[in-house]
């Protein structure tokens, strides 16, 4: 494969893990206030994306892929509301372990690091179109 | 004079500059993958020094020949920064590498061009 064609590919691989990072990070933050609906009831979990590098054969450099959503194990908050359905025999309710500046600060990365596997495309496009211009009547 | 090997000079030179194109794209697409090292691929200079024998494509599922070699692994940790999940890449130089290899690219069509011109000027007469 041209070399210049691979750099597309890698860069759309790039473009689709921080899309489903963006999509992870929109469904932390949807999901701040999931409690359980039964007494003591396990809240939403945090979720977290890994990303790997993953030689492609028919291209021959690394492009990145999803390797896997986990969840996060960090410990539920917990907040005393007596009357909520969810709260346990002591009055506490767990709410989720989704800390939201923390979700912004990775939606930011994410938005930069989009930025820049798009910058790629241009650049990669750029040079195409510049090889393609050679064929022009001058 | 002597011959003047431009033409050929200038399609290696552009091979070896997409080569670092799809290099530097995979760093970018890797920024956030832990444990990733960021690569570069080994001087023009060498590229045009080197004397070596290339390896024959003869399935698809091959890696790529031409400018096999070039890529240059070794972890460069001493400039750089590391990050705590071992990534070494640092997407401002990669972006200054992506915008360095797209101009000399096009320098070098460029000059590739107006060659060309004179060349055409002068069999047309």
Known sequence: MDALAATLKIASSGLNAQSSRLRVVSQNLANTQSTGTTAGAEPYTRKLINFKSFLDRSVGVDVVKVDKVTRDDAPFRLVHEPGHPAADVDGYVKYPNVNVLVEMADMREANRTYEANLQVMKQANSMIATTLDLLRNT | ?125
């Open chain 2, 1 to 125: 004079m002597g011959p003047v090997h431009l033409f050929e000079l200038v399609s290696q030179r552009n091979e070896w500059l997409s080569v670092r194109q799809s290099v530097t794209a995979g760093n970018i697409a890797n920024a956030n993958t832990p444990g990733f090292k960021s690569k570069d691929v080994i001087p023009f200079e060498a590229v045009l020094n080197r004397a070596h024998l290339e390896q024959a494509m003869t399935q698809r599922g091959h890696l790529r020949a031409g400018m096999s070699g070039v890529v240059d692994t070794s972890a460069k940790a001493a400039d750089g920064l590391v990050h705590h999940s071992g990534n070494s890449v640092s997407l401002e130089k990669e972006m200054l590498k992506l915008g360095e290899a797209s101009r000399d690219h096009r320098l070098a069509t460029s000059v590739l061009k107006s060659f060309h011109r004179m060349l055409l000027s002068t069999t047309r007469g």
